[in-house]
Protein backbone atom coordinates (compact mmCIF):
# COMPACT_ATOMS: atom_id res chain seq x y z
CA UNK A 1 0.00 0.00 0.00
CA UNK A 2 1.87 3.02 -1.38
CA UNK A 3 -0.57 5.72 -0.24
CA UNK A 4 0.27 9.19 -1.57
CA UNK A 5 2.83 9.53 -4.30
CA UNK A 6 4.07 12.25 -5.33
CA UNK A 7 6.86 13.08 -8.64
CA UNK A 8 9.23 14.04 -8.99
CA UNK A 9 11.30 14.71 -5.25
CA UNK A 10 13.36 17.65 -6.75
CA UNK A 11 13.19 19.76 -9.77
CA UNK A 12 14.92 23.18 -11.45
CA UNK A 13 13.49 25.35 -13.90
CA UNK A 14 14.28 27.74 -15.95
CA UNK A 15 11.60 31.38 -15.72
CA UNK A 16 8.93 30.56 -17.92
CA UNK A 17 9.21 26.93 -18.58
CA UNK A 18 5.81 24.74 -17.83
CA UNK A 19 6.09 21.48 -15.77
CA UNK A 20 3.78 18.68 -13.99
CA UNK A 21 4.14 17.70 -10.72
CA UNK A 22 2.51 14.41 -10.44
CA UNK A 23 0.25 12.84 -7.82
CA UNK A 24 -1.55 9.73 -7.13
CA UNK A 25 -3.10 7.67 -4.10
CA UNK A 26 -4.51 4.48 -4.17
CA UNK A 27 -6.66 4.60 -0.85
CA UNK A 28 -9.63 5.65 -2.89
CA UNK A 29 -9.98 8.73 -1.16
CA UNK A 30 -12.09 10.98 -2.66
CA UNK A 31 -10.60 14.15 -1.39
CA UNK A 32 -7.51 15.20 -2.59
CA UNK A 33 -5.43 18.75 -2.32
CA UNK A 34 -2.15 20.42 -3.44
CA UNK A 35 -0.61 22.55 -0.88
CA UNK A 36 2.73 24.47 -1.25
CA UNK A 37 5.41 24.58 1.84
CA UNK A 38 7.43 27.93 1.77
CA UNK A 39 9.88 28.12 5.04
CA UNK A 40 8.50 29.53 8.33
CA UNK A 41 5.11 30.30 6.44
CA UNK A 42 3.12 27.16 7.28
CA UNK A 43 1.40 25.40 4.16
CA UNK A 44 -0.79 27.47 1.71
CA UNK A 45 -4.01 25.47 -0.16
CA UNK A 46 -3.05 25.62 -3.72
CA UNK A 47 -6.48 23.68 -5.49
CA UNK A 48 -8.27 20.69 -4.03
CA UNK A 49 -10.69 18.01 -5.28
CA UNK A 50 -13.44 16.29 -4.10
CA UNK A 51 -13.70 13.73 -6.21
CA UNK A 52 -13.01 12.74 -10.09
CA UNK A 53 -13.65 16.00 -12.55
CA UNK A 54 -14.72 18.26 -9.80
CA UNK A 55 -11.63 20.59 -9.02
CA UNK A 56 -12.00 24.40 -6.99
CA UNK A 57 -9.42 27.21 -6.19
CA UNK A 58 -7.71 27.49 -2.58
CA UNK A 59 -6.08 30.35 -1.10
CA UNK A 60 -3.01 31.04 -3.58
CA UNK A 61 -4.58 29.08 -6.99
CA UNK A 62 -2.28 31.66 -9.38
CA UNK A 63 0.08 30.56 -11.62
CA UNK A 64 -1.12 27.00 -11.07
CA UNK A 65 -3.90 24.71 -12.83
CA UNK A 66 -4.84 21.11 -11.48
CA UNK A 67 -7.16 18.26 -13.42
CA UNK A 68 -8.53 15.00 -11.59
CA UNK A 69 -10.03 12.87 -14.73
CA UNK A 70 -9.76 9.61 -11.92
CA UNK A 71 -10.34 9.23 -7.92
CA UNK A 72 -6.58 8.41 -7.86
CA UNK A 73 -4.79 11.48 -9.98
CA UNK A 74 -4.11 14.86 -9.11
CA UNK A 75 -1.44 16.30 -11.28
CA UNK A 76 -0.77 20.44 -10.23
CA UNK A 77 0.22 21.99 -13.53
CA UNK A 78 2.91 25.25 -13.59
CA UNK A 79 2.75 27.50 -16.91
CA UNK A 80 4.50 29.78 -17.12
CA UNK A 81 7.28 29.48 -14.01
CA UNK A 82 8.28 32.37 -11.99
CA UNK A 83 10.61 32.59 -9.14
CA UNK A 84 8.09 32.69 -6.51
CA UNK A 85 6.94 29.76 -7.01
CA UNK A 86 9.96 28.09 -5.32
CA UNK A 87 8.81 26.00 -2.86
CA UNK A 88 7.89 22.76 -1.73
CA UNK A 89 4.83 21.09 -2.77
CA UNK A 90 3.00 18.74 -0.92
CA UNK A 91 0.18 16.43 -2.06
CA UNK A 92 -2.50 15.27 0.13
CA UNK A 93 -5.45 13.21 0.40
CA UNK A 94 -8.40 12.33 2.43
CA UNK A 95 -11.44 9.86 2.73
CA UNK A 96 -14.72 11.09 2.62
CA UNK A 97 -15.55 14.07 5.31
CA UNK A 98 -18.38 12.33 6.99
CA UNK A 99 -15.30 9.99 8.61
CA UNK A 100 -13.22 12.69 9.88
CA UNK A 101 -9.47 11.94 9.67
CA UNK A 102 -6.51 13.33 9.29
CA UNK A 103 -4.79 13.53 5.68
CA UNK A 104 -2.21 11.38 4.49
CA UNK A 105 0.71 13.33 2.43
CA UNK A 106 2.85 12.55 -0.20
CA UNK A 107 6.75 12.93 0.51
CA UNK A 108 6.97 16.67 -1.76
CA UNK A 109 8.38 18.22 -4.50
CA UNK A 110 11.32 20.33 -4.01
CA UNK A 111 10.93 23.18 -7.28
CA UNK A 112 13.56 25.75 -7.74
CA UNK A 113 12.93 28.32 -10.11
CA UNK A 114 16.15 29.67 -11.43
CA UNK B 1 -13.15 31.73 8.37
CA UNK B 2 -11.22 29.77 10.44
CA UNK B 3 -7.75 30.29 11.44
CA UNK B 4 -4.75 28.89 13.60
CA UNK B 5 -1.91 30.25 15.48
CA UNK B 6 1.43 28.64 17.05
CA UNK B 7 3.11 31.50 19.11
CA UNK B 8 6.05 29.86 19.42
CA UNK B 9 8.19 29.17 16.46
CA UNK B 10 11.17 27.06 18.72
CA UNK B 11 10.71 25.09 21.58
CA UNK B 12 13.67 23.30 23.58
CA UNK B 13 13.49 20.56 26.21
CA UNK B 14 16.16 18.01 28.04
CA UNK B 15 15.29 14.64 27.24
CA UNK B 16 13.13 13.17 29.38
CA UNK B 17 11.69 16.44 30.83
CA UNK B 18 7.96 17.05 29.99
CA UNK B 19 6.99 18.95 26.30
CA UNK B 20 4.49 21.52 25.46
CA UNK B 21 4.31 22.45 22.36
CA UNK B 22 0.98 25.19 21.91
CA UNK B 23 -1.64 25.78 19.45
CA UNK B 24 -4.99 28.14 19.77
CA UNK B 25 -7.12 28.43 16.99
CA UNK B 26 -10.47 30.26 15.91
CA UNK B 27 -13.85 28.55 13.79
CA UNK B 28 -17.01 29.49 13.42
CA UNK B 29 -18.77 26.12 14.02
CA UNK B 30 -17.31 23.41 15.97
CA UNK B 31 -13.82 22.50 15.96
CA UNK B 32 -12.14 19.91 14.24
CA UNK B 33 -8.19 19.77 15.56
CA UNK B 34 -5.14 17.94 13.88
CA UNK B 35 -1.34 17.47 14.80
CA UNK B 36 1.00 16.62 11.90
CA UNK B 37 4.87 15.74 12.66
CA UNK B 38 7.31 17.21 9.90
CA UNK B 39 10.60 14.89 9.79
CA UNK B 40 13.24 16.55 7.73
CA UNK B 41 12.80 16.31 4.01
CA UNK B 42 9.36 14.30 4.46
CA UNK B 43 6.19 15.06 4.02
CA UNK B 44 3.90 15.79 6.82
CA UNK B 45 2.71 12.63 9.40
CA UNK B 46 -0.96 12.68 11.33
CA UNK B 47 -0.13 12.31 14.81
CA UNK B 48 -3.75 12.74 17.05
CA UNK B 49 -6.73 14.39 16.09
CA UNK B 50 -9.88 16.14 18.47
CA UNK B 51 -13.07 15.62 16.62
CA UNK B 52 -15.74 15.58 20.09
CA UNK B 53 -15.49 13.79 23.31
CA UNK B 54 -12.84 13.64 25.95
CA UNK B 55 -10.78 16.77 25.88
CA UNK B 56 -8.03 14.71 26.15
CA UNK B 57 -6.84 13.22 22.94
CA UNK B 58 -3.85 10.41 22.98
CA UNK B 59 -1.86 9.95 19.40
CA UNK B 60 1.04 8.33 18.21
CA UNK B 61 4.82 8.45 19.80
CA UNK B 62 2.99 8.53 23.35
CA UNK B 63 2.01 12.51 21.92
CA UNK B 64 -1.25 14.03 23.77
CA UNK B 65 -3.10 16.84 22.87
CA UNK B 66 -5.83 18.64 25.19
CA UNK B 67 -8.58 20.77 23.91
CA UNK B 68 -9.90 23.98 25.83
CA UNK B 69 -13.17 25.27 24.71
CA UNK B 70 -12.90 28.14 26.69
CA UNK B 71 -9.47 29.05 25.78
CA UNK B 72 -9.57 27.61 22.49
CA UNK B 73 -6.36 25.81 22.22
CA UNK B 74 -5.51 22.27 21.42
CA UNK B 75 -1.72 22.00 23.46
CA UNK B 76 0.13 19.28 22.16
CA UNK B 77 1.98 17.37 24.95
CA UNK B 78 4.09 14.65 25.68
CA UNK B 79 5.76 13.07 29.17
CA UNK B 80 8.76 12.59 28.88
CA UNK B 81 10.77 14.16 25.41
CA UNK B 82 12.43 12.19 23.34
CA UNK B 83 15.43 13.08 21.34
CA UNK B 84 13.50 11.68 18.14
CA UNK B 85 10.88 13.54 18.73
CA UNK B 86 13.06 16.47 17.38
CA UNK B 87 11.12 17.70 14.20
CA UNK B 88 8.43 20.07 13.13
CA UNK B 89 5.06 20.41 14.38
CA UNK B 90 2.38 21.78 12.74
CA UNK B 91 -1.81 22.32 14.53
CA UNK B 92 -4.55 22.35 11.93
CA UNK B 93 -7.98 22.78 11.77
CA UNK B 94 -10.54 21.09 9.23
CA UNK B 95 -13.53 22.83 7.87
CA UNK B 96 -15.69 19.72 7.57
CA UNK B 97 -18.71 22.07 5.74
CA UNK B 98 -16.48 23.27 3.06
CA UNK B 99 -14.72 19.98 1.58
CA UNK B 100 -12.74 18.93 4.20
CA UNK B 101 -10.20 22.02 3.91
CA UNK B 102 -7.70 22.57 6.76
CA UNK B 103 -5.86 25.73 7.43
CA UNK B 104 -2.28 24.86 8.95
CA UNK B 105 -0.32 26.97 11.43
CA UNK B 106 3.25 28.45 10.66
CA UNK B 107 4.68 25.06 12.76
CA UNK B 108 6.93 24.76 15.71
CA UNK B 109 10.13 22.99 15.38
CA UNK B 110 10.72 21.13 18.31
CA UNK B 111 14.25 20.28 19.48
CA UNK B 112 15.24 17.93 22.52
CA UNK B 113 18.54 17.53 23.57
CA UNK B 114 20.23 15.03 25.06
Known amino acids: NAGVTQTPKFRILKIGQSMTLQCTQDMNHNYMYWYRQDPGMGLKLIYYSVGAGITDKGEVPNGYNVSRSTTEDFPLRLELAAPSQTSVYFC?????????????FGSGTRLTVV | AQSVAQPEDQVNVAEGNPLTVKCTYSVSGNPYLFWYVQYPNRGLQFLLKYITGDNLVKGSYGFEAEFNKSQTSFHLKKPSALVSDSALYFCAVRDMANAGKSTFGDGTTLTVKP
Open chain 1, 92 to 104: ASSNNVDRVGGYT
